[in-house]
């Protein structure tokens, strides 16, 4: 077969689980050290062709063997600093490694971009946009039609990312395997990288197949830039992501009384080990796993009754891998000047739409539902005007230096999809996630004016709208009847914001709702919007994790871009204007919302409250806009 043939890895595989079973860690654990690496130089290989689902699909051939490597470590040799620098390398090696194959084959070609280059990527964008059209549109009245114009799409897109990536892999650079030692010189001294985990543990002696992983369990692993890595066990999946639940129900809900005493609860589990590892240190990379993708970690409440934010900067990563990638700046500078999107005229095509007149009376029953064009999944949903956008965007536009401005008509789905690697790229609209089952909470915020969406779909439309990148976007102008002009219908969705050309875009924010959730995959992050941004080439994201207050977060955004203009770091720059609303005694003013068909009465809050202030999270490139 020869030494790297992957039968000759499960062989080996084998027999270092007979060792294991018997006790010997010391014979298993340089087998599955030669096993692990063996995986990686095939790895590097194989996810150099083939489409998204054909490397998410070999992925996950290799889960058993990542949690099998975690659970030598934590169960087996716990003691062993070997064991868990393989079970640490094992996890920053494959944790989001098909987003990262698929960002640098993009990539490459980005940043060659001859004309046939141009014509695939622009075939591709073409061909999503088309499905996405087809996939939140319905199934209608000609069902089959809809149906093989579907499957024709798909198999296209399938057979263009195929081409995608032979074609980058002609001329990539030969990627060096990610070891302990680059990943820790890539950390900034004084710094420390949280590396959490789901995995199954196992158990070798169990005589059936299906019994020899038990129920997922979290763990966490702290890495500095010297030093041995440290760990520790958190507990039961299940368990810890009923409490992520619970507090995340607090969390969107601006008038709930206790949701300080459920994030004390949660960080009791999650953050308590820690500190004991981290110590001093208060500059934390973290790469989350699982659904603690989707919860705001310094608005956790540690034993003093204080939030993490006080205590630590936190800066998110999809793995720590990522630190590789922002070190070497393979990104460059930005091709075009700052675009700030905002306002868009829902209506636009009607008379007062073009105005950007109407008002949340006036758009009455101006939905997408009125159009053949519009979206039978978002039937219902009304994109009222969003004043605070509007006044977002006048102030973003004398901050930001050379910023150039789109509002109403102007702010579309085909202006946007012409960029061209914007240095920074603020979009202030309606956000939505739609979620592919009935989730609890949902109109916690419907009191106040927020920028995301109540949505309700039937069992077939949920059904059509199986992937979620297609379950979330932005609303942008023309999005209330469907017809956002040049083709489009007014709606970017997730999976067309992936084919935008963002690559040497230093900053995304997405100033709405929902923009940095989706479907969550353990080992591959959270399927979305932050997952569409980074294979787009941005370097660094701010997005929502629940439906957000517009008025606050139009003062949340100027003061942001202030401290970034002063050479403030992009997470510092957040956290301290997150510590101002905290500290500070202002109050929710009401107004429309970013929310869609939000109704009720309009309230005021303090934003004090979490709901203000912790919903936005940065992720990637930490530094100033000068990378310093």
């Given at each position: 077969?020869?030494?790297?043939?992957?039968?000759?890895?499960?062989?080996v595989?084998?027999?270092?689980?007979?060792?294991?079973?018997?006790?010997d860690?010391?014979?298993?654990?340089?087998?599955?050290?030669?096993?692990?690496?063996?995986?990686?130089?095939?790895?590097?290989?194989?996810?150099t062709?083939?489409?998204?689902?054909?490397?998410?699909?070999?992925?996950?051939?290799?889960?058993?063997?990542?949690?099998?490597?975690?659970?030598?470590h934590?169960?087996?040799?716990p003691?062993?600093?070997?064991?868990?620098?393989?079970?640490?390398?094992?996890?920053?090696?494959?944790?989001?490694r098909v987003?990262?194959?698929?960002?640098?084959?993009?990539?490459?070609?980005?940043?060659r971009?001859?004309p046939?280059?141009?014509?695939?990527?622009?075939?591709?964008?073409?061909?999503r946009?088309?499905?996405?059209?087809?996939?939140?549109?319905?199934?209608?009245?000609d069902?089959?039609?809809?149906r093989?114009?579907?499957?024709?799409?798909?198999?296209?897109?399938?057979?263009l990312?195929?081409e995608?990536?032979?074609?980058?892999?002609?001329?990539?650079?030969?990627?060096?395997?990610?070891?302990?030692?680059?990943?820790?010189?890539?950390?900034?001294?004084?710094?420390?990288?949280?590396?959490?985990?789901?995995?199954r543990?196992?158990?070798?002696?169990a005589?059936?197949?299906?019994?020899?992983?038990?129920?997922a369990?979290?763990?966490?692993?702290?890495l500095?830039?010297?030093?041995e890595?440290?760990?520790?066990?958190?507990g039961?999946?299940?368990?810890?992501?009923?409490?992520?639940?619970?507090w995340?129900?607090?969390?969107?809900?601006?008038?709930?009384?206790?949701?300080?005493?459920?994030?004390r609860?949660?960080?009791?589990?999650?953050m308590?080990p820690?500190?004991?590892?981290?110590g001093?240190?208060?500059?934390?990379?973290?790469?989350?796993?699982?659904a603690?993708?989707?919860?705001?970690f310094?608005?956790?409440?540690?034993?003093?009754?204080?939030?993490?934010?006080?205590?630590?900067?936190?800066?998110?990563?999809?793995?720590?891998?990522?630190?590789?990638?922002?070190?070497?700046?393979?990104?460059?500078?930005?091709?075009?000047?700052?675009?700030?999107?905002?306002?868009?005229?829902f209506?636009a095509?009607?008379?007062?739409?073009?105005?950007?007149?109407?008002?949340?009376?006036?758009?009455?029953?101006?939905?997408?539902a009125?159009?053949?064009a519009?979206?039978?999944?978002?039937?219902?949903?009304?994109?009222?005007?969003?004043?605070?956008?509007?006044?977002?965007?006048?102030?973003?536009?004398?901050?930001?230096?050379?910023?150039?401005?789109l509002?109403?008509?102007?702010?579309?789905?085909?202006?946007?999809?012409?960029?061209?690697?914007?240095?920074?790229?603020?979009?202030?609209?309606?956000?939505?996630?739609?979620?592919?089952?009935?989730?609890?909470?949902?109109?916690?915020a419907?009191?106040?004016?927020?920028?995301?969406?109540g949505?309700?779909m039937?069992?077939?439309e949920?059904?059509?709208?199986?992937?979620?990148?297609?379950r979330?976007?932005?609303?942008?102008?023309?999005?209330?009847?469907?017809?956002?002009?040049?083709?489009?219908?007014?709606?970017?969705?997730?999976?067309?914001?992936?084919?935008?050309?963002?690559?040497?875009?230093?900053?995304v924010?997405?100033?709405?709702?929902?923009?940095?959730?989706?479907?969550?995959?353990s080992?591959?992050?959270?399927?979305?919007?932050?997952?569409?941004?980074?294979?787009?080439?941005?370097?660094s994201q701010?997005?929502?994790?629940?439906?957000?207050?517009?008025?606050?977060?139009?003062?949340?955004?100027?003061?942001?871009?202030?401290?970034?203009e002063?050479?403030e770091?992009?997470?510092e720059?957040l956290?301290?204007?997150?510590?101002?609303?905290?500290?500070?005694?202002?109050?929710s003013?009401?107004g429309p919302?970013?929310?869609?068909?939000?109704?009720?009465?309009?309230?005021?809050a303090?934003?004090?409250?979490?709901?203000?202030?912790?919903?936005?999270?940065?992720?990637g490139?930490?530094?100033?806009m000068?990378?310093?």
């Amino acid at each position: 077969f020869g030494p790297d043939h992957p039968t000759v890895g499960t062989f080996v595989a084998n027999l270092s689980t007979i060792y294991w079973g018997r006790g010997d860690t010391a014979r298993s654990l340089p087998l599955l050290t030669r096993v692990s690496e063996l995986r990686e130089r095939n790895l590097a290989l194989v996810l150099t062709t083939g489409s998204e689902e054909q490397k998410r699909r070999y992925m996950a051939t290799l889960a058993n063997e990542t949690d099998a490597n975690v659970s030598f470590h934590l169960r087996a040799a716990p003691k062993d600093t070997e064991a868990a620098r393989l079970a640490l390398t094992t996890v920053l090696r494959r944790k989001g490694r098909v987003l990262d194959a698929l960002t640098d084959q993009v990539g490459s070609l980005r940043r060659r971009l001859d004309p046939q280059d141009r014509a695939l990527l622009d075939r591709l964008s073409v061909a999503r946009s088309a499905l996405a059209r087809i996939m939140i549109g319905g199934e209608g009245s000609d069902a089959a039609g809809r149906r093989a114009e579907r499957d024709k799409l798909s198999a296209e897109i399938e057979g263009l990312e195929e081409e995608v990536s032979a074609r980058s892999s002609e001329f990539r650079v030969a990627s060096k395997p990610v070891t302990l030692r680059s990943v820790q010189e890539a950390i900034p001294t004084g710094a420390a990288l949280v590396e959490l985990v789901a995995y199954r543990p196992y158990d070798p002696k169990a005589a059936a197949r299906q019994t020899r992983f038990g129920a997922a369990r979290y763990a966490a692993y702290v890495l500095r830039r010297d030093g041995e890595p440290l760990w520790t066990e958190l507990g039961d999946a299940e368990t810890i992501d009923r409490g992520v639940e619970s507090w995340r129900r607090a969390l969107m809900n601006p008038a709930s009384r206790d949701v300080k005493e459920r994030a004390r609860a949660l960080d009791e589990v999650l953050m308590s080990p820690l500190r004991k590892l981290l110590g001093q240190t208060r500059q934390v990379f973290l790469s989350p796993d699982g659904a603690l993708n989707l919860i705001p970690f310094g608005a956790l409440v540690d034993e003093g009754g204080k939030y993490l934010v006080e205590n630590y900067s936190i800066t998110y990563l999809t793995s720590g891998r990522d630190l590789l990638r922002l070190k070497s700046g393979a990104g460059g500078g930005g091709r075009q000047g700052p675009l700030v999107m905002a306002d868009p005229s829902f209506d636009a095509g009607t008379t007062a739409g073009a105005q950007g007149s109407t008002t949340g009376a006036q758009h009455g029953a101006m939905t997408r539902a009125d159009s053949n064009a519009g979206s039978p999944a978002l039937a219902g949903a009304i994109f009222s005007p969003l004043p605070g956008t509007k006044g977002e965007a006048a102030a973003l536009g004398s901050i930001i230096q050379g910023a150039r401005v789109l509002t109403e008509g102007q702010a579309s789905e085909s202006a946007l999809k012409q960029v061209s690697g914007p240095s920074i790229l603020h979009v202030a609209t309606h956000g939505f996630f739609l979620p592919g089952r009935k989730t609890d909470g949902a109109g916690d915020a419907r009191s106040l004016e927020t920028r995301g969406m109540g949505v309700r779909m039937t069992g077939s439309e949920k059904a059509a709208v199986e992937n979620p990148l297609l379950r979330s976007g932005l609303a942008l102008a023309g999005a209330n009847r469907g017809q956002g002009g040049a083709g489009e219908d007014g709606v970017l969705t997730a999976y067309e914001a992936a084919a935008l050309d963002l690559w040497g875009t230093r900053l995304v924010v997405l100033s709405a709702c929902e923009t940095g959730v989706g479907d969550v995959r353990s080992g591959e992050g959270v399927y979305g919007l932050r997952r569409a941004l980074v294979l787009a080439g941005s370097e660094s994201q701010v997005m929502s994790l629940w439906q957000v207050d517009d008025a606050a977060t139009r003062d949340l955004m100027v003061a942001y871009y202030k401290r970034l203009e002063a050479g403030e770091g992009r997470t510092e720059a957040l956290r301290t204007v997150q510590l101002e609303m905290l500290g500070g005694n202002s109050k929710s003013e009401g107004g429309p919302n970013r929310a869609l068909a939000s109704q009720g009465p309009n309230v005021t809050a303090n934003r004090s409250h979490p709901f203000f202030w912790a919903s936005f999270i940065q992720s990637g490139d930490w530094r100033s806009m000068n990378g310093k």
